[in-house]
């Protein structure tokens, strides 16, 4: 019973940490990924592949036919320093709410270790083989 709590909790730290990282690094994530397959999951605020994804809903950019991404902890930060603004332009009264669909097209994402990334190049294998 005492295991199961701390595997639990375990889980619970995992999950935290992730979900208070900054973006992916898409470097990265291109090594196994097309560049198309994650164009719409870049983080308008630091440009790398958005971590936990946070939709954009202002009235002002209703027209644009893009998806309007950034990953939660950059758009903490951000508003921490502008706070009520829009990270696209100088506006405020903008809404953000999570991108569940974004967030599960990017957790399908290959990925490769970077460790493991290095260590197949110092031995000579081809990585994701």
Same mark, same amino acid.
């Given at each position: 019973m005492e295991e199961?709590? !701390?595997?639990?909790?375990?889980?619970?730290d995992l999950k935290s940490i992730t979900e208070q990282q900054t973006c992916f690094d898409k470097n990265w994530?291109?090594?196994?990924n097309k560049q198309e397959a994650i164009h719409d999951f870049i983080c308008l605020i630091c440009k790398q592949v958005a971590n936990n #994804?946070?939709?954009?809903?202002?009235?002002?950019?209703?027209?644009?036919?893009?998806?309007?991404?950034?990953?939660?902890?950059?758009?903490?930060? =951000?508003? !921490?320093?502008? #706070?009520? !603004?829009? #990270?696209? *332009?100088p506006h405020?009264?903008?809404l953000y709410s999570q991108s569940r669909m974004a967030k599960r097209y990017?957790? *399908?994402?290959?990925?490769?270790? #970077?460790?493991? =990334?290095?260590?197949?190049?110092?031995?000579? *294998?081809?990585?994701g083989i």
């Open positions: 199961e709590k !701390s595997k639990d909790n375990a889980k619970l994530i291109l090594q196994l #994804p946070m939709e954009i809903d202002c009235s002002q950019h209703k027209n644009m036919d893009e998806l309007l991404i950034v990953g939660e902890s950059c758009l903490h930060q =951000f508003l !921490s320093q502008n #706070p009520n !603004s829009c #990270p696209i *332009e405020d009264n903008c990017i957790n *399908e994402l290959d990925v490769i270790c #970077p460790r493991q =990334f290095r260590q197949g190049h110092e031995e000579g *294998e081809t990585p």
